[in-house]
């Protein structure tokens, strides 16, 4: 079982825009504002999306933006595109012993 | 532009030691955390510990008492040890850079992975 909580899957068709939820605790999520959103292409490396919760990297389209509320980050995608279709995933400090989890992956489907 | 790729073997035995290196090109180790994490087939991610270019590490506290994360600067190379495995172990690793104030590591993200590579563990 991950530390982080995502759904499973989640859905949207071309144009559309998802949300996808990553809830935590006040010792990780809730507590630090390090959380970071990776994508993942099959048999691919992860890429990072979004890092300090909201920032984004050079390269990655402004479709991507992230959010944090509570315990709670969040994901949004607008404007789906079939080249969204990944696997995504949260990450988190959560302090100086455990210091990194990651929730446990969302399946994106394009429609 | 930074480059890691991953080496090792892909077939590592149960109660033996896992070995993997990472190569840096594009850019110095230096000054930034170093960083193994792993993902069992069909599964999720999963951290398995730091190196700093110093020399300092972290681990993950549920693999702590099997692991040890080493660097060779004249190198530009990270490595990773992960001792008595089982079949549990078997995942795609990677390595990755983690971006990070000093003394804050953890407080970061990680930018650069390399593409993975596969470790069986099997007799």
């Known amino acids: 079982q991950s530390a982080l909580t995502q759904p499973r899957s989640v859905s949207g068709s071309p144009g559309q825009s998802v949300t996808i939820s990553c809830t935590g605790t006040s010792s990780d999520v809730g507590g630090y504002n390090y959380v970071s959103w990776y994508q993942q292409h099959p048999g691919k490396a992860p890429k990072l999306m979004i890092y300090d919760v909201s920032k984004r990297p050079s390269g990655v389209p402004d479709r991507f933006s992230g959010s944090k509320s509570g315990n709670t980050a969040s994901l949004t995608i607008s404007g789906l595109q079939a080249e969204d279709e990944a696997d995504y995933y949260c990450c988190s400090y959560a302090g100086s012993y455990i210091y990194v989890v990651f929730g446990g992956g969302t399946k994106l489907t394009v429609l | 532009q930074v480059q890691l790729q991953e080496s090792g073997p892909g077939l590592v035995k149960p109660s033996e030691t896992l070995s993997l290196t990472c190569t840096v090109s594009g850019g110095s180790i230096s000054s930034y955390y170093w960083s193994w994490i792993r993902q069992p087939p069909g599964k999720g991610l999963e951290w398995i510990g730091y190196i700093y270019y110093s020399g300092s590490t972290n681990y993950n506290p549920s693999l702590k008492s099997r692991v040890t994360i080493s660097v060779d600067t004249s190198k530009n190379q990270f490595s990773l040890k992960l001792s008595s495995v089982t079949a549990a172990d078997t995942a795609v690793y990677y390595c990755?850079?983690?971006?990070?104030?000093?003394?804050?590591?953890?407080?970061?993200?990680?930018?650069?992975w390399g593409q993975g590579t596969l470790v069986t563990v099997s007799s």
């Open positions: 990755a850079r983690h971006v990070s104030k000093v003394g804050a590591v953890g407080r970061g993200y990680f930018d650069y």
